[in-house]
């Protein structure tokens, strides 16, 4: 395989193990005839790690949040289940190297004009149809329609040909040269052609995937049950697994004492402590994957509009307190989106606002806007809101009053998209742990062209339309990735908080669990030990 543009930049292990010890119903057909499934630091040494899997059990998994299926190819808080029904064409390996799933193999041409996939052989949808090089050509087009919300759609848009060789052989003709096309290539579910607006109305979910989906019952959970014509042989070992919307964290907490569900994504950061002095279970955080809460500024909105506002703002922000006290201590303060995984990463970049109420009171004094009145919107789980209240505590010590509109999270992620946002609001973001230029084309917060804050920059898309099409390695891509730090930090339109990959809490028996970097749950592996 010939790599020309994927970087391979240096990156910790994955996984760190924090702790560890000893509505209606919608029937979808009750059939019951990859990324990497890395076997967890927390599992027991000995005999007990090397044992054979043991095959069959239920898992349930505990998430505050429902499916929404118009965010299917969109990733957000309820993309946990996209890797259960449908494969992608590659999954990173720690040090974001592409390894091969339904793509075998590839090569790029010298000039970085297109790539020749070969595509795996044998596979076939939950429905029986075999998978060909169609439903790639189906996936891109996807992708690229503009009807859909879905990210990476800049990179999709610039694939502007496809030449098929057979049915699994297939070159991907590109516009121009880019950076990210693996970061498109784990991201891009490989749906059913023949069923998507099916899928995108929660009516039929067809893939490749090791889990069909058999029931959706809308507010309460999804169901799914073993695929027996997996293409990996001998997966998975569960016989089914089922998702339950446990949106209370009391109720939350007490499903994961009590056994009735064995992993979730969604605890609370002030409730994992609790949670770490149960023998049986384990709390573990993905240091490499994608994730960070921020506070985003609608730059319409006056006085955000002036910049030195928004930088006052973010010098307001105690983040090492909402490290400790909101989040538990998982994760990393930061005034930047980027993991220290990141070829992007930078000490000096990390701490450029501190926490500094004197200087932001100066700054919007400066500006002369005191007194400030600003609406906040948050997600009404209680994690999200405990970072919005710790965010309007902060500023009220500055002389910003910020008043707190609490909202679901479907809506507020079509907010997000759709730009509607007010002055102010507090969201987690991805994509900074992939290669640094998928940030700024395609996240929805950074989006050099369309991002949620509306800010405009010529300046700002030309380097970032540089550094995506600027091979990932090299003296050049590292000047143009610190360009784009510099204008994050500068234009504040976007003020990060704390970097904070996936923190899973999982039974102990549980294992061979893993998350891909854009967060879709992979169970190949996945066993319940005895």
Known sequence: MTELYPTTPTAPSRRTTLRAAGGGTLLLGLGLAGCRSAVSEAEAPGAEATAKPRRGGILTVAVNSDFTPSLLFAQSGQSLQQRLVYNTLVRYDDRLKPQPELATSWEYAKDGRSITLKLRTGVTYHDGRPFTADDVIFAVKNLQNPLRAAQLRATAAAITGFEKRGDHELVLKLAHPVNNLFDLFEFMIITDRNSVEDAVAGRKLNGTGPFKLTKWSPGTGLSFARNEKYWQPDRPYLDAVEFRVIAQADALLSSLRTGQTQLSYGVPGRNLATLAADPELVISEYSTGGGAHYLGVNTTVAPLNDKTVRQALAWGIDRERILKQVLGGYGLASA?????????????????????????????????????????????????????????????????????????????????????????????????????????????????????????????????????????AGARANALRQQITDTLLDEAFIIDLVIRGSVQVAARKLRGVTLNKFSYLNLDDAHLAG
């Open 336 to 472: 930047t989106p980027w993991p220290k995984s990141s070829p992007a990463f930078s000490e000096a970049a990390r701490t450029h606002y501190t926490h500094d109420p004197g200087k932001a009171r100066e700054l919007l004094k400066s500006a002369g806007h005191t007194g400030l009145d600003l609406p906040l919107l948050h997600i009404n789980l209680p994690g999200d809101t405990a970072v919005a209240e710790a965010v309007q505590y902060d500023l009220k010590q500055i002389g910003v009053r910020v008043t707190l509109e609490p909202t679901d999270p479907a809506t507020a992620q079509k907010n997000l998209i759709s730009q509607s946002m007010p002055g102010l609001w507090t969201m987690s973001h991805g994509f900074a742990q992939v290669q640094p230029s998928t940030l700024a084309v395609s996240a929805y917060p950074f989006n050099e062209a369309k991002n949620t804050s509306r800010f405009r920059s010529a300046a700002y898309t030309k380097v970032v339309r540089e550094a995506w099409t600027t091979p990932g």
